[in-house]
Structure formats: structure tokens, C-alpha cells
């Protein structure tokens, strides 16, 4: 392990463009913090370049947490607009929509076709054919009362 005495800042420089670059290939946002990580070790590297390489990966690991947690923070205190708030919540997209039901509501429990799809709802017993309002979803339940 002779090779790890010779990490130096411009190493930890380009594992985070190797990393940044990889967040462009992959899903998600995580890459992004790690490559930030790295490149805030390789500037800690480069004033201080008597850094053992055993400090150096700990505060890689520590950068790495705390990056991933302020960004973490910082988007669920502010959440990036979007002009399709539901797109991959689907269920969601139906409440306030009124619909009939398929199968009656028994035991709370029923079926609504909505479009193409039979749902299933969960809401006070009625009979099939009442007409009844989406107010909330849980799982792939949509949340029904009626109308």
C-alpha cells in the first residue's frame, strides 16, 4: 500500500470529475455530492500536504455525509418547481376527480374504474354506481367519499 503515500490534491481533483461525470450517466443526485466531497478534500490536500492518506479518506467520508446532508436539507426546505407536480405519483393526479363506482363499497373497500384502470378505493360502504369524489391516495388506494 506504498501507492497511497502518493495521493496527491490533484488525485482527489480528478476522482471528483470522475464523479461528476458519472452523475451526468446515472439517475438521482448523488454522485454530485461525492465529487464535491472529493474535490473539497483535494483543496484541504493542497494546503495542507502532509495529510497521511488514512486523515485524507476520513475526511472524505465525513465531507462526503455532510455534502449529501446539507443538499439533502436544502431540497426538501426548498423543492425544485416543477410544472408537473404529480407526473410519477399517478394516484395523486385523480383527487378532487369525480368517478362511479365499479364494484360496490363493502367493509370499506370497492373498485373504481378510472379511464382504463380499475382502482381500488377505500371510503364509507355505497353501492355501485354511486358516484363518489377522490380526496387523498395511500399506496395505490385511492381514498374516496361520496359525492
Do not use: C
Not at 465529487?35 to 495529510?51: D, K
Not at 394516484?91 to 373504481?112: D, K, M
Not at 381500488?120 to 355505497?126: I, S
Amino acid at each position: 500500500m506504498e501507492w497511497l503515500d502518493q495521493i496527491d490534491y490533484w488525485h482527489w481533483l480528478l476522482v471528483a470529475i470522475v464523479l461528476v461525470v458519472l452523475e451526468i450517466f446515472s439517475p438521482g443526485v448523488f454522485f454530485l455530492w461525492l465529487g464535491v466531497a472529493a474535490a473539497v478534500v483535494g483543496g484541504v490536500l493542497w494546503l495542507m500536504p502532509e495529510l497521511s492518506w488514512q486523515t485524507q479518506f476520513v475526511l472524505f467520508a465525513i465531507f462526503s455525509v455532510v455534502s449529501i446532508g446539507v443538499a439533502r436539507i436544502f431540497l426538501i426546505r426548498r423543492p425544485i418547481a416543477t410544472d408537473e407536480p404529480t407526473l410519477n405519483r399517478r394516484g395523486e393526479q385523480y383527487i378532487g376527480r369525480t368517478l362511479v363506482l365499479s364494484e360496490a363499497i363493502e367493509n370499506g373497500v370497492g373498485r373504481v374504474r378510472v379511464d382504463d384502470t380499475l382502482w381500488r378505493v377505500a371510503g364509507k360502504d355505497a353501492p355501485a354506481g354511486a358516484r363518489v369524489r377522490v380526496t387523498g391516495v395511500d399506496g395505490a388506494v385511492l381514498i374516496v367519499e361520496p359525492e
